[in-house]
């Protein structure tokens, strides 16, 4: 199927947002980027570049319209792409009403789970903005905005319970360096993203606890042993259907693998860092970035009770983030599970 040129709405633009707005106007497509910053914005107009995140990217003359204005984002635009922090989301969604909303397709690039209310970004806008779900597109990984940068292959999955939808929004962003897929389970394939990134944070408090590759193996199946888990009982529980997603795939696996050994991951340098004695205020600090997998840490736990599935290895990460409790000895447990 082939892409549709036309106007794409981007709120948030660090790494992330950089990456997909270079993919949009890399194919052809014209973007309205909100930026809450003037001086970033002032410095894309002159300069073609972010000045914050993913530098090496030039932007095409004539492809971006940056606005430090929401409307402007609801009034240009039928599809639009959040990928702000989920932490920070609300504080954003905050500032639209239902009827902006109305009509549009939302595409998902947030990787998290909103924390005042532990719910993913679908459920949020169905709760508050009466949204209609079917308008709803998740953008998941195997991808980091750095190798995008670099236009070396990578892929991304997108989910929507309209799947014709979903194959129209994944075709805006294939090109030479960016292979899509697609599929049906928007919740599947976001809480996969969501607790790939603790189980990340968690590889790298192994690595500076001077666990070995060995180690990490088995960490990393177990950590998708409970994924693997997790998914299924949320499915029968919250969703059943005979139409059940294949969770062995890139969008589950491999954007785990990825996330847990990549010098690129935030999430784990966020864990070497923790696991070198940091608190999480000065790793926050030294990185000047968030590390989703901190909140989900604590999103998950409660979600995971809601649901009455236990999440072992999540729990541990949820205990060194929030509670203060000894990695060392958090570890030494792990290594228990582990199998």
């Not at 969008?251 to 923790?274: C, E, K, P, Q, W």
Request: one cysteine or more; glycine letters at 6%; a negative charge.
């Amino acid at each position: 199927m082939q892409a549709i040129k036309k106007q794409i709405g981007i709120i948030g633009n660090g790494s992330w947002g950089t990456a997909l707005a270079k993919i949009l106007t890399d194919n052809g497509h014209s973007i309205c980027w909100w930026i809450r910053n003037e001086d970033a914005i002032e410095y894309l107009k002159t300069r073609r570049q972010n000045p914050h995140y993913l530098k090496t990217v030039k932007f095409q003359e004539g492809t971006l319209q940056p606005t430090s204005n929401l409307a402007d984002i609801f009034a240009q635009c039928d599809s639009i792409i959040f990928c702000v922090p989920a932490a920070y989301a609300q504080n954003v969604l905050q500032q639209f009403s239902k009827e902006q909303l109305m009509g549009k397709t939302i595409i998902s690039a947030i990787k998290g789970i909103l924390p005042e209310h532990n719910q993913l970004l679908n459920d949020y806008l169905v709760s508050q903005f009466n949204f209609d779900i079917q308008n709803y597109v998740s953008i998941t990984g195997p991808c980091h905005a750095e190798e995008v940068a670099s236009e070396r292959l990578s892929y991304l999955t997108f989910s929507c319970l309209d799947e014709n939808k979903a194959e129209q929004i994944a075709a805006l962003f294939t090109n030479n360096y960016m292979r899509t897929s697609f599929n049906h389970d928007i919740w599947g394939a976001q809480l996969a993203s969501v607790l790939k990134n603790i189980y990340a944070l968690g590889a790298g408090i192994a690595h500076s606890l001077d666990y070995g590759d060995n180690f990490l193996s088995v960490y990393i199946t177990n950590c998708y042993r409970e994924m693997y888990h997790f998914l299924n009982q949320h499915f029968d529980k919250v969703h059943p259907s005979e139409n059940r997603p294949d969770f062995h795939t890139s969008a589950y696996l491999g954007d785990l693998l990825v996330t847990a050994y990549s010098m690129h991951s935030r999430n784990r340098r966020f864990g070497v860092m923790i696991g070198k004695g940091y608190s999480v205020a000065a790793t926050t600090l030294e990185m000047n970035m968030v590390a989703e997998g901190y909140f989900a840490s604590k999103c998950m736990t409660v979600v995971a009770a809601q649901y009455q599935i236990d999440l072992p290895i999540t729990q541990c990460i949820y205990e060194i983030l929030w509670q203060q409790k000894n990695p060392s000895d958090v570890f030494k447990s792990i290594e228990g599970m582990l199998s």
